[in-house]
T-cell receptor, first 117, second 114 residues
Framework: DAGVIQSPRHEVTEMGQEVTLRCKPI?????LFWYRQTMMRGLELLIY????????DSGMPEDRFSAKMPNASFSTLKIQPSEPRDSAVYFC???????????????FGNGTRLTVT | AQSVTQLDSQVPVFEEAPVELRCNYS??????LFWYVQYPNQGLQLLLK??????LVKGINGFEAEFNKSQTSFHLRKPSVHISDTAEYFC????????????FGAGTRLFVKA
């Protein structure tokens, strides 16, 4: 089990540029989550998918943020245009529901540290 | 809606001493409770979880937590800490009525001194 894989590990970009963060969930997991971690706000849930369909995007801060999950093994989080206040660590996590039960833990990737200058 | 309060932002402790990290939650429905640990430059890893049944749950690395429904608490304990336990610890809550939306506390940084 390779775990949740995120790329890149670090991204430094200039304000106004487009940024794309990538995530490969654990095979067989049907839920995928994007979180953002900052010192000021802690861990914030941005959006999550079930079977590739967005279920709740109420945490997405602005229209500059978008997320897609074209298939069960890949998701992207895009910021366009990026701003310095978007600097944070972005985590992807996945989990599996079993027979309608939702008690499985989240499995996190190692995150992408984004710096917007 | 659910919320989680971790009462201490930082906890310094000497090696081999006991430690308790406090967590209180608020919810109008029954919940699942989790503790995660985050080492530097890594993602969060599950320490333990409470789903139902026995209120004392044991996790990895010698940690345990006790669910107290009347006090809406889920405090994490370890009887003797090691330098390698230095990390950030997150308490999390999820409604057990369906869905995976998980809310995390602000985290407690445990610093173990030699």
């Amino acid at each position: 089990d390779a775990g949740v894989i995120q790329s890149p590990r670090h991204e430094v970009t200039e304000m106004g540029q487009e940024v794309t963060l990538r995530c490969k969930p654990i095979s067989g997991h049907d839920y995928l989550f994007w979180y953002r971690q900052t010192m000021m706000r802690g861990l914030e849930l941005l959006i999550y998918f079930n079977n590739n369909v967005p279920i709740d995007d109420s945490g997405m801060p602005e229209d500059r943020f978008s997320a897609k999950m074209p298939n069960a093994s890949f998701s992207t989080l895009k910021i366009q245009p990026s701003e310095p206040r978007d600097s944070a660590v972005y985590f992807c996590a996945s989990s599996a529901s079993h027979l309608g039960s939702y008690n499985s833990p989240l499995h996190f990737g190692n995150g992408t540290r984004l710096t917007v200058t | 809606a659910q919320s989680v309060t971790q009462l201490d932002s930082q906890v310094p402790v000497f090696e081999e001493a006991p430690v308790e990290l406090r967590c209180n939650y608020s919810s109008s429905v029954s919940v699942y409770l989790f503790w995660y640990v985050q080492y530097p430059n890594q993602g969060l890893q599950l320490l333990l979880k409470y789903l139902s049944g026995s209120t004392l749950v044991k996790g990895i690395n010698g940690f345990e937590a006790e669910f107290n429904k009347s006090q809406t608490s889920f405090h994490l304990r370890k009887p003797s800490v090691h330098i390698s336990d230095t990390a950030e610890y997150f308490c999390a809550v999820r409604p057990n009525t369906g869905g995976f939306k998980t809310i995390f506390g602000a985290g407690t940084r445990l610093f173990v001194k030699a």
